[in-house]
């Protein structure tokens, strides 16, 4: 993530000894990114990620914290927080919110195969089955409500064509989410931003799923949606590429078997997808936040997916 708040080595030091963690030897920024501080943190024991929370509160992220510890604990290759002596997984560093997390192997794929994109199916299926019995709630913080307070903050920066897009779609999700099927519709503990750039794989293997820190409660298949935006589209149109996507749902619907309902609301949730993330790097490249290392992403290439998905909705069939 960018960096927006300078760690000095001593404190970082002090924070690697009260976990008990060894060494500290090296301390990195990380500059992709625009959400958190990030730095690689590596000790005599092992690598770790140090990540200090810049929009989130001490009182937010014992969701997330405890969401990524459950998971690990039953097998999902996920990021396990370090505890203190006491037990506590949330600290405090330069005055903001502070997390150390294992640090995963591997790389990302920026070019994913169908192989690649069946693994990350396979696994989102299994994640969302080992966080149904987690205790904690939390709404998606980026849902639906969230979209309604930010429209109306960039709308003044965009053409005429563009507002009418974003208003028109605003207003068919929130109709969406008054329907009974929607109400219906499987919900628990999502990610909610499984990018490409989220997961880790060596060679064709995946190694795990990170940065969590966007994760709440929501439907199931808004959580496909927002990986099939991503995972299964062409960068520079945005068109979906069927072969990866039916890789990706086939993959998940073996491990979780995707109800009548969610194939039928398919088309409308990836639109959901899209507008979510056209708001989010709307809201982030016209009111950017000061940082020593920032970049914004480009707004238009989810207005070019939200334009497609509106143009040629894809509906999964089970083979």
């Not at 619907?253 to 609301?265: A, G, K, Q, V, Y």
Request: charged share 25%; aromatic share 10%; glycine share 6%.
């Amino acid at each position: 993530m960018a960096v927006f708040t300078p760690v000095p080595l001593a404190d970082a030091s002090a924070l690697v000894a009260r976990l008990d963690l060894g060494t500290l030897t090296e301390l990195r920024g990380i500059t992709s990114g625009i959400e958190n501080t990030n730095y690689f943190l590596t000790t005599d024991r092992g690598d770790y990620v140090l990540t200090l929370f810049e929009r989130l509160t001490f009182e937010q992220l014992p969701f997330y914290l405890h969401l990524m510890k459950h998971l690990a604990q039953r097998g999902i290759p996920v990021p396990d927080p370090k505890g203190d002596a006491g037990g506590e997984i949330l600290h405090r560093l330069q005055g903001k919110p502070t997390a150390v997390v294992d640090r995963l192997r591997g790389s990302h794929q920026l070019a994913p195969s169908a192989r690649h994109c069946e693994q990350v199916g396979a696994m989102l299926a299994r994640m969302h089955l080992a966080g149904r019995d987690y205790p904690r709630h939390q709404p998606n913080l980026r849902g639906l409500a969230w979209w309604a307070e930010t429209v109306p903050v960039v709308l003044p920066y965009l053409e005429p064509a563009q507002r009418e897009l974003l208003e028109s779609e605003l207003a068919f999700q929130q109709a969406l989410a008054a329907a009974p099927a929607f109400a219906a519709l499987p919900r628990g503990p999502v990610h909610a931003d499984l990018f490409r750039d989220n997961v880790m794989f060596e060679g064709e293997t995946l190694t795990g799923f990170f940065d969590f820190y966007f994760a709440g409660v929501d439907t199931w298949l808004f959580d496909i949606s927002v990986c099939l935006n991503d995972w299964c589209v062409d960068l520079d149109t945005g068109r979906l590429d069927e072969q990866r996507a039916v890789a990706f749902l086939s993959a998940y619907d073996r491990e979780r078997e995707i109800t009548h309902d969610e194939s039928r609301l398919l088309p409308a949730l990836m639109r959901a997808g899209a507008l979510r993330f056209w708001i989010s790097r709307l809201w982030d490249f016209h009111l950017p936040r000061e940082a020593h290392m920032l970049q914004a992403h480009d707004p238009t290439h989810f207005e070019r997916i939200l334009r497609e998905r509106l143009a040629n909705p894809w509906h999964y069939v089970r083979a």
